[in-house]
């Protein structure tokens, strides 16, 4: 197939549409590490459908989905994703290695032309101008450095068309959608509601409620749990700000040949990864920047591990060393305020400081450097501070606040439904509003489909609105919805009739959509059910049956 790709010489027209695959399968648990055999030997990778995974199994699966995972995430590799764990990916391979062996069980087989062609459409997304970039420039520029070649890309295509023909086959009765049906589900999802609502907030019951020293002693006791402070700790800290590098960084690059870098990284990267730089030379711009400051975060880190060096040289240890070190090299030293596993309040800290932080101690009261995305940090103890309820005095002011905002939530409750029962027998629901001294207010037509309303202002969730809309008759109140600080009541005033010319215009692409979502529901729960079995005799399925009770 290679040697094919190179014989294109000209742009193939060619949209690959590639149906997202939900992989979250239940029978998994992200908390394991791939494991082996616990000793020596042959690493066991498992069997599906009956048949052993070997490491040259699990290797090529890992660099197809390496693959697939480039060209769906703009040129981003998984190991760059830190939130992206090795768990997570062992669960993405163990699902592409599924669905390989079910395509090849199943008979389904790619040819040598359509696979070139779909190759060729890949290269050809990473071009410019409309020309395709060549097997041998992505080789080179893109595969080798992951350690990756022209074959793993080839491996990657032809299999990654097996699995798309397979989810068309296995969800194909998601797909068998009727034009009539297609058209009940969009009068169901676009027919709008014409409403009124009418909120009944804390807020407005604030000034009603009485505060007393005895009640605000007792809410505190029945409530004392919700006042316990965790662990928290504060550190003293030195930052290498990677602002105080660019400069350098700059002149770095300039010696250079930084267009050829930024080009070559333009071309690794592909057009996409800078979803708002509407042009070539706007991608080229951000990248540029990012090198830049990719640099500059060395230098930083460079700094920083010279001076974490000089703080832990010094004997005995003590938290006391990095204020000398600092002030022997003109830095500033730092304080948080004590926090908790949430991290500092100060900055938004890298994933690294906050666990540091907390593994602190009087024997090893120093740590770093810790490398964030736009600073390193290298850190001191302060203290430490066990979890405590602080006395009612310390937080006197929160809890009345919190007394209030209780009891005026629970008086707004029952005035809600206080007015839904006095709602039997009134004919006119805006007067009836007026009667008890509520101001409704009338919402903008909406359905289903409708996205977010403003109107609501934060008070009560669109999902919710929408619940209790279209399960209340036209002409009619509904019954009153509780929210977090009260609840709404709302009134039906006519149900829209849906715009039949809109529908029919709509209707063919709105039938297509359904039918993939309709196609991969489907598959999915296919899926779901094939992984719960056949990936019960891997690693990560016999240590998930081994937590299990």
Known sequence: MIGTIRKHSSWLWFIIITATIVSFVVFFSPSQRMGG?????????????GKKVTSGDFLQAKNEFYLFYWFHNGGEWPGSNL????????????????????????????????????????????GRNGQAVSIDAFEKQVLLPEGLTAVDFENFVRNDLAIQQLIQTLGLT?????????????????????AQIVFFSASNYLSQIAVTPAAIGQFYTNEMAAYRLPDRVQVNYVEFNITNFLTQSKAEWAK???????NAAYLQY????????????????????????????????????????????????????????AKEKGLTVQTTAPFDNYGPQEFIAPEGFTKD???????????????????????ALARQLPSEIPSLELIHSRVTQDYQF??????????????????????????????????????????????ELPELGGRATTTQLKQAAFSTPAGHAGNFEETEDGGFVIFVQSRKPVDLSKMNAELPQFTAVLRRTRQNEAFNQWLQVEANRELRDTPLGRQTAAKQP
Request: hydrophobic letters at 45%.
């Open 256 to 262: 250079t040949n930084f267009d050829d870098t930024i």
């Open 174 to 194: 998601g797909a068998l959608i009727t034009p009539q049906e297609a058209a009940t589900v969009y009068q169901r999802e676009h027919q709008e509601i014409s």
């Open 37 to 49: 055999n616990g000793g020596g030997g042959t690493p066991d990778f498992g069997t599906i459908y």
């Open 357 to 379: 932080a907390f593994a602190l101690t009087s024997d090893e009261p120093v740590a770093g450097p810790v490398v964030g995305a736009t600073a390193v940090y290298v850190i």
């Open 83 to 126: 939130k992206f764990t090795d768990e997570e990916m062992q669960r993405e391979i163990y699902v592409r290695l599924l669905l390989a062996r079910k395509a090849e069980s199943l008979g389904i087989h790619v040819g040598d032309e359509a696979e070139a062609t779909a190759a060729s459409a890949m290269l050809g997304s990473l």
């Open 270 to 325: 592909g057009p996409n990864y800078f979803p708002d730089a509407k042009t070539p030379d706007a991608a080229k711009a951000k990248i540029r920047e990012m090198l830049i400051r990719q640099r500059a975060l060395i230098d930083a880190r460079a700094q920083a591990n010279e001076f974490a060096a000089a703080v832990f040289n010094l004997e005995p240890a003590r938290a006391e060393n990095l204020a000398t070190v």
């Open 406 to 451: 209780y009891q005026a939530t629970i008086l707004a409750k029952q005035k809600g439904t206080n007015f839904v029962a006095s709602l039997a027998g009134a004919n006119n629901f805006s007067a009836a509003c007026a009667a008890a001294g509520l101001h409704s207010q009338t919402l903008p037509s909406f359905s289903l489909s409708s996205p």
